[in-house]
């Protein structure tokens, strides 16, 4: 019954920033795993950033690092993920996406997806 809804995505300019949040209703968000994949097109979802439910544990594959951030707040159920410095490979479909407890490694093992926010970078 865990609803999540992505925004925030839009067309820009590369070296531009953009933040995304991911809204998450029912269960307990503060007991969950938070994620952020992409996909675009005739590429296969890969698994951006991850946090624990604590927040102390992150993740980011190696062609964001240094460029995004991701963090949470579980006050607000809310998980944001913080992108700068954006190029055109970064083009995707971002999902949100959240584990029970457990850390998300890939996308076999996520519980629940948003429906996914189009992120669009022009060079």
């Known amino acids: 019954q865990v609803q999540l809804v992505e925004s925030g995505g839009e067309l820009v300019q590369a070296g531009d920033s953009l933040r995304l949040s991911c809204a998450a209703s029912?269960?307990?968000?503060?007991?969950?795993?938070m994620g952020w994949f992409r996909q675009a097109p005739g590429k296969e979802r890969e698994l951006v950033a991850g946090?624990?439910?604590?927040?102390?544990?992150?993740y980011y594959v190696d062609s964001v690092k240094g460029r995004f951030t991701i963090s949470r707040d579980n006050a607000k159920n809310t998980v944001i993920l913080q992108m700068n410095s954006l190029k055109p490979e970064d083009t995707a479909v971002y999902y949100c996406?959240?584990?029970?407890?457990?850390?998300?490694?890939?996308?076999?093992?996520?519980?629940?997806w948003g429906q996914g926010t189009q992120v669009t970078v022009s060079s």
């Open positions: 996406a959240a584990r029970n407890y457990v850390v998300i490694s890939d996308a076999l093992n996520v519980d629940y």
């Open positions: 029912g269960g307990t968000f503060s007991s969950y795993a």
């Open positions: 946090i624990g439910w604590s927040g102390r544990s992150t």
